[in-house]
């Protein structure tokens, strides 16, 4: 298993620098567990551009919460402009509604397929890589045959 690494394109438990992949990883397109970048993927993902089941950046796409200047996730915290297609995170704001609540069988079901759509683009474009890059040969977890 490699803890640390830095570079252009590092994997590793802690990875920093241009396109890391790793639990932790520091950089502009980020991809891990928890993902810290411009282009954050993961399941924690915060930064400009961010997707994943929890997300924060300006813009946020996140499959359970999603919170930023343009939020759009299953629950909704604090965004300037969100869609919590379950309902907003922070009930108790006393703000204009952003969502009306669904009061026909449509709407929901238009809601739960949006929200099956979300999981699935995180589920594809953010969890799969993750994952390969902590199980494949050379990545996070699987040292490459030969290498100790």
């Known amino acids: 298993m490699r803890f640390f690494s830095v570079g252009v394109e590092p994997v590793g438990f802690i990875a920093i620098g241009a396109l ?7 950089g502009q397109g980020a991809t891990g567990v928890v993902a810290v970048g411009q282009l954050a993927r993961g399941v924690v993902a915060v930064g400009q551009l ?13 499959a359970a919460w999603a919170g930023g200047q343009l939020a759009v996730g299953g ?9 919590g297609l379950l309902g907003d995170w ?44 902590l199980v494949r040969p050379g990545g996070v977890f699987v040292p490459l045959p030969g290498l100790r």
């Open 90 to 133: 922070l009930p108790w704001r006393r703000q204009a509604p952003r969502l009306r609540p669904a009061r026909s069988l449509w709407a929901v079901g238009l809601r739960a397929a949006v929200l099956a759509g979300l999981a699935a683009l995180v589920a594809w474009l953010a969890l799969l890589p993750v994952v390969d890059a």
């Open 75 to 83: 629950t909704q915290g604090f965004a300037q402009l969100g869609w």
């Open 50 to 62: 961010s997707l994943g089941v929890f997300a924060l950046g300006q813009l946020a796409a996140g």
């Open 20 to 26: 890391p992949t790793g639990v932790i990883a520091l």
